[in-house]
């Protein structure tokens, strides 16, 4: 007997509602309030065994960019509970309104833990990642979902089968570049307002979850 239920452990995001507001996120994390927030979710060691040096050229490219936007906003990085380690001894304050957090990394499977993550997607303009199923919640909450193909995770990215349903089922849910810098301009035409009637995420969403 088969009993189709859909994907339990997504459920409760669909109900989500936040308990503080973008000020207080904001000074909680250590970010301006007063501009947009992009959101890195890091990936686990499967994925990216090591992904600080990916992390700080992605931060190097967005601040190079030219883009007063992107120039100006907040970059909060969230590593992955089971991959956290190697953020241990990483000192990310030269960079201006950028925020590690939480450092040592927690698995947010409820209470306190599982609303600072809601919050972390819930006030960003749009999410970033190599290949984590966080990019499926994060589409769950309407947030763009962009990934950027890199030579450095190929086989974790396009060697996988679930990569491909992020890319590919009706639509994909990811915004996906090809190279950093084409990724780059797809996140200053996301903070520009230009986000486009072509986001396939509700679909993605209805259909994969």
Known sequence: RVIVTGAQAYDHWFAATPAMTREQFCAQVGLSPGESILLYLCSSPFIAPYEVGFVRKWIDAIRAS?????????LLVRPHPQNANQWRDVDLSAYPNVALWPKTGVNPIGGSARGDYY???HFSSGVVG???SAQI?????GRPVFSVRTEEFSGTQEGTLHFQHLKNV???????????????????????????ADDTAPR????FV
């Open 119 to 121: 919050h972390s997607m």
């Open 170 to 196: 009706e639509g994909g849910l990811l915004h996906l570049a090809d190279t950093l810098g084409a990724h780059v301009a797809q996140l200053a035409t996301l903070l520009a307002g230009g986000r486009g």
């Open 204 to 207: 993605f969403v209805a259909w």
């Open 130 to 132: 190599i290949n984590t």
């Open 137 to 141: 919640e994060s589409g769950i909450l």
């Open 66 to 74: 030219g883009d007063p936007r992107l120039a100006r906003a907040g």
